[in-house]
């Protein structure tokens, strides 16, 4: 049974900067809406709460938390759900492995994460973090489609306040660099599953000797499914990365990996091991047994191998002696060294990519340099997004966010649809030989020959999420009569299917016309064509699909996907309000720390919370949360009228002083409508005392910006700590209570 909530609305508790605008925005959310009697909750999907919550055993009563995760997992799927999601860190092994040292350091016997374990302990140990790591929260809470577009106020703001972009010449040498086969791409087949097929299916190895070993048993697969298999081949695959660092250096460009080590948690960073091996071949050919002793796994990045290896000279004279044999290297952040090779979650190629096209091609090498780079994404099925992306700036100049229109985005998501769904049905071929799925009557749905190292994936997308998408897809077109792309590969085996999906539905609503189903790259052409035109376009695409370019459209479009309106809306009826479409900025938590200013845009919670207490008023008829929600998207319009949002720059207004601001608008509004005389009268005096106050507020605001900031911790901050950081008006503080 599902677990229902005692609250109207639940609000996550996450990592990073997001988190530490919670701290000042949550209490001022609270206040304004138990005047209303709506109540707001907390559930800890934060990467340190779902350490300590998998650990119950090794904690004290004190220490111990229950699975959040879970619970809200559970919520989703009832129509009372109302959850506001906000971004949460997505860890690669690094950050793990950091925010687990981080709590034993605070007194939490947490245990280490086995690298390599052996026993069964060990192997259980890490099977508990293994569910911890990558992209663990937003597959769980995602039952249903993803609605992502620029509410209207803000695209409107951005069209009259245009951010800067890098100017595009016609003979940049920034370019995309994909395999030429044997990807993913070009290795995938699909089907769609019969009455007579379904049932649990498993993958199985068949070795060269014809011995079988269970990979997966118990994949069940519904009737209707559109079931999936690919792989790389890793020898492909080297020969690709060899020859991408060669070509890097006669283009003399920068070298850049672009993955998604955190969604694909177990594909990309093998991928992004394979390149730190390439970039380091000479060393690894050398010294690959001693570096194995010390511990170094590629898959965890050059900035955990330089660590294992540092007080071998000899190692590190190898590395230094590649280094002046290699192209230069795109830098992640170059005062301190680190490389796009450092991490694998620091190149996070939704944010990083728009973020060199936004610059105009650039981006900054080893000394600091703007220069353009080759950027390599190994596997062809979206990467023409962003190589269509490029040449279509070359041939026309930057984007201009004055006039352009807007890209909306309709996302099959629900239920770990297509490749973010892969993790448990993802493996490294033990040697070469057959993998191949074999159905509960018996049949092999697909099989692949594969070698040893191979990366072979499965997954899925079922039939209801299709169904609910298309849906989904064809209210959008209706509300907004803009034109409507489904991207899809006609070639492509998987696409393939959801096109037989797509166009009966189409054409039985008599609406085929106001569709057109186009492969990435024309599609990406199409709609920049149409944007460019100042006219607006809906992708309507898969689960990848809606992650790139939730971040790559509104990048160019408003400077940041931060402002992004992003809508869940459940399959069992409830309501999910992501806040933007964008990350937990850990360079924005390094600001804070070391000037105590803090640049986090919350357009996102402000928007999702205006949705949010408008669903609620909806659903469960709540007059009050009307007036709420009316009132909130007018504080979201004040916030916008008057230019409130945070500057980058510390000694500017910031992060705390746009929730000053919006706190204002919010009782401003509450105070002047006239449906619910009650709370008028309840928020009168609240917005003359914050404006009497104004001044004395945000000169207290102010006056704790210039200096290092305490949290108390960086995975695991102290919340009274972060509380006096992020609240330091007592002013404010005394109205907010
Ligand atoms: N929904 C979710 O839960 C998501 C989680 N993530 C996770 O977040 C972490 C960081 O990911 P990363 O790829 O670096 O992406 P981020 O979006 O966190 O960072 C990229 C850059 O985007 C800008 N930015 C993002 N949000 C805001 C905001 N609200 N206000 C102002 N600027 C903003 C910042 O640019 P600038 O430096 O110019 O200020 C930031 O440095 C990872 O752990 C990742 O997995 C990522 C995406 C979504
Ligand atoms: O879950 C994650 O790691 C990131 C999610 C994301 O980037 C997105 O949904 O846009
Ligand atoms: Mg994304």
């Not at 590190?316 to 044999?325: G, P």
């Not at 991207?487 to 569709?515: C, M, S, T």
């Not at 401003?668 to 404006?691: G, R």
Request: net charge negative; with cysteine; hydrophobic share 40%.
């Amino acid at each position: 049974m599902a677990e229902k909530s005692n609250f109207d609305i639940l609000y996550t508790i996450v990592d990073e900067a997001p988190e530490l605008a919670s701290a000042s925005f949550l209490p001022i959310i609270r206040k304004f809406a138990s005047a209303a009697g709506v109540s707001v909750g907390t559930k800890d999907i934060s990467l340190a709460g779902r350490i300590i919550a998998a650990f119950p055993e090794n904690l004290t009563e004190e220490q111990r938390q229950p699975d959040d995760l879970a619970a809200l997992g559970e919520l989703v799927k009832t129509p009372e759900a109302n959850v506001i999601k906000l971004p949460n860190i997505s860890a690669s092994v690094p950050q793990l492995v950091a925010a687990i040292k981080e709590l034993q350091g605070q007194g939490y016997d947490i245990p280490n994460y086995p690298e390599d374990p052996k026993t069964d302990a060990e192997k259980e140990i890490r099977a508990r973090f293994d569910a911890i790591k990558g992209s663990a929260v937003n597959p769980v809470l995602r039952e249903g489609n993803s609605d992502r577009r620029a509410a209207k106020a803000v695209k409107r703001y951005a069209q009259q306040h245009p951010h800067s972009m890098g100017e595009w010449s016609a003979d940049s040498k920034t370019k995309v660099s994909s395999m030429p086969g044997n990807d993913f791409y070009a290795n995938e087949k699909s089907a769609t599953v019969t009455a007579d097929q379904a049932g649990d299916a498993r993958i199985e190895f068949v070795g060269k000797d014809g011995g079988v070993t269970v990979l997966k048993d118990g994949w069940t697969l519904e009737q209707g499914t559109v079931a999936d298999a690919t792989f790389m081949s890793v020898k492909a695959l080297s020969e690709f990365l060899d020859a991408a660092i060669e070509d890097t250096k006669k283009d003399g460009t920068m070298f850049s990996l672009h993955m998604k080590a955190t969604m694909m948690k177990v594909s990309d960073p093998i991928i992004f091991g394979y390149a730190v091996k390439a970039w380091l071949a000479p060393v690894f050919e050398k010294f690959g047994d001693r570096m194995a002793q010390l511990g170094v796994n590629p898959n965890s990045g050059l900035g955990d191998l330089l660590n294992r290896v540092k007080d071998d000279a000899e190692i590190m004279a190898a590395i230094e002696a590649v280094k002046a044999d290699r192209p230069s290297m795109y830098m992640v952040d170059s005062d301190k060294g680190i490389t796009n090779l450092h991490v694998p979650s620091d190149v996070i190629i939704d944010a990083s990519m728009p973020a060199v096209i936004r610059a105009g091609g650039k981006g900054w090498d080893e000394s600091g340099k703007k220069g353009d780079t080759n950027c390599v994404i190994p596997d062809r099925c979206y990467a023409p997004v962003y190589d269509e992306a490029i040449n279509f700036f070359k041939a026309n100049g930057a984007l201009n966010p004055a006039t352009a229109g807007s890209v909306a985005n309709v996302g099959l998501m629900a239920q770990k649809a297509e490749e973010y769904g892969s993790h448990p049905t993802t493996f490294e071929a033990p040697a070469d030989g057959t993998i191949r799925v074999v159905l509960a009557n018996g049949e092999t749905l697909h099989s692949h020959e594969v070698e040893k190292g191979d990366i072979w994936r499965a997954c899925t997308a079922k039939k209801a999420p299709i169904e609910n998408w298309i849906q989904l897809a064809m209210d959008r077109q209706r509300l907004t009569g803009s034109e409507a792309i489904f991207w899809l590969d006609a070639n492509r085996a998987h696409d393939a299917e959801l096109i037989k999906y797509v166009k009966p539905v189409l054409e039985a609503a008599g609406v085929a016309d106001k569709f057109l189903i186009m492969a990435p790259r024309e599609a990406t052409r199409k709609s920049l064509e149409t944007i460019t035109a100042g006219k607006d376009s809906i992708a309507i695409t898969g689960n990848v699909l809606r992650d790139y370019l939730t971040d790559l459209f509104p990048i160019l479009e408003l400077g940041t996907s931060a402002k992004m309106l992003s809508i869940v809306k459940l399959m069992n009826g409830g309501g999910l309000f992501e806040t933007g479409a964008g990350g937990s900025a850990p360079k924005h938590v390094q600001q804070l720390v070391e000037e105590n200013h803090l640049r986090w845009d919350s357009m996102g919670e402000f928007c999702a919370l205006g949705e949010s207490l408008n669903f609620l008023a909806d659903s469960r008829g709540n007059a009050k949360a009307a007036v709420l929600g009316a009132a909130a998207e007018a504080a979201t319009q004040g916030i916008l009228d008057h230019d409130r949002s945070p500057s980058r720059k510390v000694g500017e207004p910031d992060n705390r002083d746009s929730h000053y601001w919006f706190a204002r608008y919010w009782a401003e509004a509450l105070a002047a409508q006239s449906d619910d005389a009650e709370l008028a009268a309840h928020f009168a005096p609240i917005a003359k005392e914050l404006a009497e106050k104004e001044e004395q507020i945000l000169s207290e605001l102010l006056a704790a910006q210039g200096k290092p900031a305490d949290l108390g911790g960086y995975y695991h901050g102290d919340r009274a700590k972060t509380a006096a950081v992020m609240r330091p008006s007592a002013t404010l503080n005394a109205i907010i209570g």
